[in-house]
């Protein structure tokens, strides 16, 4: 079976990419995190479809962390 993939665009601090990335690879590579422009913090997150919902909840829970000044 083809599995989906999804990309999610976000804007946070661009401190904290690394941080992210950390996350999502401890969560077993939930994600790939891919820096579109580094200096004003714009990522891309790249992720199997059904995974999603994980993902989300986890951005949820670091908004207050990860999110731009």
Do not use: T, W
């Not at 990309?7 to 996350?23: A, T, V």
């Not at 590579?29 to 891919?34: A, C, I, P, Q, T």
């Not at 579109?36 to 994980?54: E, N």
């Amino acid at each position: 079976m083809a599995k989906s993939l999804a990309e999610i665009f976000l804007r946070i601090n661009p401190g904290r990419f690394y941080f992210l990335k950390c996350i999502l690879e401890g969560y077993d590579n939930l994600g790939v995190l891919s820096a579109i422009d580094g200096r004003v913090g714009l990522i891309r997150i790249k992720i199997v479809s059904h995974h999603l919902p994980v993902l989300m909840q986890v951005l949820a829970d670091l908004a207050p962390v990860i999110k731009k000044q």
